[in-house]
């Protein structure tokens, strides 16, 4: 399957995104989501096929998601997440001397 889609940020969480297929827009995202992740802020659009890779996402999970309901939530990372990319120096910045 291929699916040319638009992806969306959300104004209200960082690294919150929603994909959609382009020929549907915004359509098939139910009211309370779009509520909860806020005004829509259009980032890119993409071409989805079983073979691309995606940074966080698994490609086959967002294409199932995207023909089954018509929408794709990427939730932003664990916070954990963030600290275990910092680089030490900077992990250890307020440790006591």
Same mark, same amino acid.
Do not use: W
């Given at each position: 399957?291929?699916?040319?889609?638009?992806?969306?940020?959300?104004?209200?969480?960082?690294?919150?995104?929603?994909?959609?297929?382009?020929?549907?827009?915004?359509?098939? !995202?139910? #009211?309370? /989501?779009?509520?909860?992740?806020?005004?829509? &802020?259009?980032?890119?659009?993409?071409?989805?096929?079983? @073979?691309?890779?995606l940074a966080r996402e698994d490609i086959h999970k !967002?294409? #199932?998601? /995207?023909?089954?309901?018509?929408?794709?939530? &990427?939730?932003?990372?664990?916070?954990?997440?963030?600290? @275990?990319?910092?680089?030490?120096?900077?992990?250890?910045?307020?440790?006591?001397?």
């Amino acid at each position: 399957m291929k699916c040319i889609c638009s992806i969306y940020k959300s104004p209200r969480r960082r690294e919150m995104y929603l994909y959609v297929a382009k020929k549907d827009a915004l359509s098939r !995202v139910p #009211e309370g /989501l779009l509520a909860a992740f806020g005004t829509p &802020q259009h980032a890119f659009d993409l071409v989805l096929m079983p @073979e691309r890779r995606l940074a966080r996402e698994d490609i086959h999970k !967002v294409l #199932e998601n /995207l023909e089954k309901q018509g929408y794709h939530l &990427q939730m932003p990372p664990p916070e954990e997440e963030y600290v @275990e990319h910092l680089p030490d120096e900077l992990l250890r910045m307020n440790d006591p001397v």
